[in-house]
């Protein structure tokens, strides 16, 4: 069964750094390209950024470009997500994504709240 499972959400002041990150199972994760997408409230959900399965290759959106960085540990079956210089707008619900034998796959979401 694959299974994403999300955690580093949480409440951070306006410039601040947090770190996400987002533990796979159920499938040969050193295969596959992983994304972060994100939901802010009241609002559809947003594609943020995206690895290849090597994790050679990344593309982020243009709203986070600069400011996040996302990476990948085939070892320990993770992807993270760095991200810095938080503005409010930044402040949704993150969610892992993973395409698998023909099945979109979803983490649970971490919430990310920024605020003074």
């Known amino acids: 069964e694959v299974q994403l499972v999300e955690s580093g959400g949480g409440l951070v002041q306006p410039g601040g750094s947090l770190r996400l990150s987002c533990a796979a199972s159920?499938?040969?994760?050193?295969?596959?390209?992983m994304s972060w997408f994100r939901q802010a409230p009241g609002k559809g959900l947003e594609w943020v950024s995206a690895?290849?399965?090597?994790?050679?290759?990344?593309r982020y959106a243009d709203s986070v470009k600069g400011r996040f960085t996302i990476s990948r540990d085939n070892t320990k079956k993770a992807v993270y997500l760095q991200m810095n210089s938080l503005k409010p707008e930044d402040t949704a619900v993150y969610y892992c994504?993973?395409?698998?034998?023909?099945?979109?796959?979803w983490g649970q979401g971490t919430r990310v709240t920024v605020s003074s």
């Open positions: 159920g499938f040969t994760f050193s295969d596959q390209h």
């Open positions: 994504y993973t395409y698998v034998r023909g099945f979109d796959y």
């Open positions: 690895i290849n399965s090597g994790g050679g290759t990344t």
